[in-house]
């Protein structure tokens, strides 16, 4: 099975601080820095559970983008699109109870256009397209025509609506909108993002609810729950996408245990 992922491919910084932050001190923190992204974390995860995947992303001709790159492809993800500009940074405060604040620079990501896109990468069983990608331009155009080119050649196309600010800010009725125009059989959504689109109305013939420690939910043609991870929460950075990687390979108990095993350690990758 070979997915390919559409996104940000950037490095993610995580920070977990021992003790309480305050303006103007020096704190002790625990620290990691690793690929990142939506659509990476997905394609190395995806790869970690057994099957194949590929990342489009544009990302810097600088030493963070040759870094990930090649941390990524040691990880067994093909990454391909166009090399150049400024690399994009996330960094994500995990509080003591797991629990994650980012603050994100995508760089070079958004500027991946439907001109950039080999149709050749898009041969494949599943296109998993990130939310983010529909939030900014000429991404979001590459991300229309990536589905395109991929259902063309028989793939299913999944979507995860990502960050329910920046749904906010461009705009729900709009980006509800797109999502209808881009037609996905498969959403993943949180709670929050899931009410502002107005989800209870259908939006995808699969449609996977994440409920944070609750769990998730699957709904539409499909119907079945994804139990909460048990243990100590870690890190919740990269949950859902390694949830979204474990359906999209192996269905409800699978992503189950893909998020679990996340959020049991500090980092999103794998």
């Not at 993610?12 to 990691?32: N, W």
């Not at 983010?132 to 028989?154: C, V």
């Not at 950075?237 to 999209?248: H, P, Q, R, Y």
Request: hydrophobic share 45%.
């Amino acid at each position: 099975m070979l997915v390919v992922t559409l996104g940000d491919a950037l490095l993610d910084v995580i920070v977990r601080p021992g003790e309480p932050l305050e303006a103007g001190a020096d704190a002790s923190a625990e620290t990691i820095a690793t690929p990142g992204g939506q659509a990476a974390n997905v394609a190395a995860w995806v790869v970690a559970l057994g099957a194949e995947a590929r990342c489009v992303s544009k990302r810097g001709d600088d030493l963070t983008g040759h870094v990930v790159s090649s941390e990524l492809e040691a990880r067994g993800v093909e990454l391909v699109g166009p090399v150049g500009g400024r690399s994009g940074v996330v960094v994500s405060l995990v509080d003591r109870g797991g629990e994650r604040t980012m603050a994100s620079d995508r760089g070079a990501a958004p500027e991946l256009g439907p001109d950039d896109l080999d149709p050749a990468w898009f041969a494949c069983d599943c296109l998993h397209i990130s939310g983010y990608a529909l939030l900014a331009s000429p991404i979001d155009s590459a991300a229309l025509h990536a589905a395109e080119l991929a259902r063309a050649d028989g793939a299913r196309v999944s979507v995860d609506l990502s960050a329910w600010t920046r749904i906010r800010e461009y705009g729900p009725q709009r980006f509800r909108e797109l999502l209808e125009t881009l037609a996905p059989d498969v959403i993943f959504a949180n709670e929050p993002e899931w009410e502002m689109v107005g989800g209870a109305y259908g939006l995808a013939p699969t449609e996977v609810v994440k409920r944070g420690s609750r769990g998730a939910v699957v709904l539409g043609e499909t119907r079945a729950e994804i139990a909460p991870a048990q243990g100590k929460i870690v890190d919740a950075t990269g949950a859902g996408d390694a949830l979204a990687a474990g359906f999209l390979v192996g269905g409800p108990a699978l992503a189950g245990e893909a998020a679990a095993r996340c959020v049991a350690k500090l980092g999103a990758m794998p």
